[in-house]
């Protein structure tokens, strides 16, 4: 049964009618057309269609439509202001943390949602907050290195 949602998705308010349990990850690639949110696995295990919701990360695979009214939704296509990336997508450019590329949208949207939550953490933290999004290329390393960088860069070089 069709339901009508509200929601702001990358700044701009939308109305919907959506099946209320149509997942959040296929209404923003078929219906918006935001690719850069991945299927991956379907289940939220690998973190390849992460996307923001009030800030936090989530995985949009398993979000239904009726979760996200009266929500702000971000995805990578909506990180970036006015043509300036994010500090998040300019240190994993700075420490060339993506190879194929799969994976880095939900990398970086977990990142954020990471520093939104604890904006200085620490190696470890890090760690623990990026354990679930997964990278087959392995990149984790200089993954880590990018946050630790935009955190410094978020919190005024301190």
Known sequence: MAEKIK???????????????????WVLRTQFKLTGTKFGCGFGYCGSCTVLI??????SCGIAMSEVNSKEITTIEGLSVNGDLHPVQKAFVKHDAQQCGFCTPGMILNAVGLLNANPNPTHEEIIIGMDENLCRCGSYLRIVDAIQTAALELNGGR
Do not use: P, Q, S
């Not at 929601?7 to 990850?25: A, Q, R, S």
């Not at 009030?54 to 995985?59: C, I, L, S, T, V």
């Open 54 to 59: 009030d800030g936090e990360a989530f995985r």
């Open 7 to 25: 929601f702001k998705l990358n700044g701009k308010n939308i109305d919907l009618e959506v099946e209320k349990d149509h997942t959040l990850l």
